[in-house]
């Protein structure tokens, strides 16, 4: 359905976001040069994330590395500690490739143009189109999801998501202007986040009511459409809590590749549809040890699938390969959000007791020994 009135005016909506715009710490005051590096970041920081959740892990990275070659001298591992709790790692992997690209090819300077953006590791289509007009004033079209629900109530497309997406692009594209067009990519987002909402949109406030064919179809609200997301599957794992006699609990490096890459986890066995028995799970373990079942279930989301991990402790260190860390210095690591829930699950059901009822002098029918797994199956 085409607007009622015409085409929406990128003069009116940036006449609102000279008045409206938010105050953003990546964000430059209005007549200054972007700096690219703090749009980069921010854009890789806000992918699937949300504005409020960003904002100090902006501040902390722009003051421990206020530029991108600081950035690329820095180590992964630091990266990472100071990523923790913001979740999708590879953004953070990707972050850190990124910086020593810049740094080696371009020589510490961005690329202004989309296709250079997108040669780099981590930069998509989406996040090269911001770079180019947020930073650099190219007249590219930047379309996230807030973008995505502006246009398709704009004009009225009916078609549900994702099949509308290619849609949604072209006819973001026809808005941008000649002029201020890093701008009009702010002023976009904005909209979509302050008045042009998913729930209960504010109408009567939008620079483009006059326009907006769902406003006067009254459907804003049902748009866009969404085809019906099936549930998520679950998966099943076992944690090993391993201490040594002094107290120090055994981490290990997951694969560079794949979910959580590069961080500092908790031993586990695969995570996998099918619920793990004890004995079964014993065979993964990463030390011999007399494990025992520690009550109740770790649940973490992710994307693609809910996970549902049991934990066992056990004590010793003969074989692990990982490295030791003392209980009081876990956050010294690069622990994801599911690891610090494992950790403070493991610590509280062991300061209950929970280890001695389970394992009763190691004769209860719930403990397993690592050697002694096969030979009861």
């Keep these: ?104 090819r371009h020589g510490g300077f961005f690329p202004g143009e989309p296709a250079a953006l ?24 930047a379309v996230d999801g807030n973008v995505e629900r502006v246009v398709a109530r704009v004009y009225a497309v009916a078609e549900p998501m994702p099949a509308a997406k290619p849609r949604l692009q072209a006819l973001a594209a026809a808005l941008v202007p000649e002029r201020r067009t890093g701008d009009f990519a702010q002023a976009m987002m904005d909209l979509g986040a302050t008045i042009c909402t998913p729930r209960r949109p504010r109408c009567v406030l939008c620079p483009w009511r006059t326009a907006c064919a769902a406003a006067a179809g009254g ?39 794949g979910l959580l890459g590069g961080m500092i986890e908790i031993p586990s066995t695969a995570w996998r549809a099918a619920p793990w028995a004890l004995a079964e799970a014993v065979d993964a373990a990463p030390a011999p040890a007399q494990w025992s079942p520690l009550p ?31 209980v009081d210095k876990l956050d010294e690591h690069a622990l994801p959000t599911l690891m610090k829930k494992v950790a403070r699950h493991a610590i509280s059901a062991l300061a209950m007791g929970a280890d001695e009822s389970a394992s009763n002098n190691g004769n209860s029918p719930e403990s397993a020994s690592r050697t002694g797994a096969k030979e009861r199956r």
């Design 219 to 257: 459907v804003a609200e049902e748009l866009p459409a969404r085809s019906q997301k099936p549930e998520r599957p679950v998966r099943h794992g076992i944690a090993f809590w391993l201490t040594r006699p002094d107290g120090a609990v055994l981490l290990r490096r997951r694969p560079d590749q």
């Design 118 to 141: 997108r040669a780099l590791p981590g930069i998509g289509d989406y996040t090269a189109a911001a770079i180019a007009a947020i930073a650099f004033d190219r007249r590219t079209a």
């Design 1 to 104: 359905m085409p607007p009622p009135h015409g085409i929406p005016d990128p003069a009116l909506l940036l006449a609102w976001y000279d008045r409206h715009r938010r105050d953003l710490p990546w964000r430059a005051p209005l007549g200054a040069r972007p700096d690219p590096y703090r749009v980069w970041l921010s854009e890789i920081m806000l992918q699937q994330t949300t504005v409020a959740t960003v904002r100090p892990y902006f501040d902390r990275f722009v003051a421990r590395w206020p530029d991108v070659l600081a950035l690329a001298a820095a180590s992964l591992d630091e990266i990472l500690q100071e990523w923790q709790g913001l979740g999708y790692y590879a953004r953070a992997r990707n972050l850190h490739a990124c910086a020593r690209a810049v740094a080696e």
């Design 296 to 326: 109740g279930i770790v649940r973490h989301g992710f994307t693609h699938f809910q996970l549902e991990l049991g934990i066992v402790a056990g004590s010793g260190q003969g074989g692990a390969e990982g490295l030791w860390s003392p």
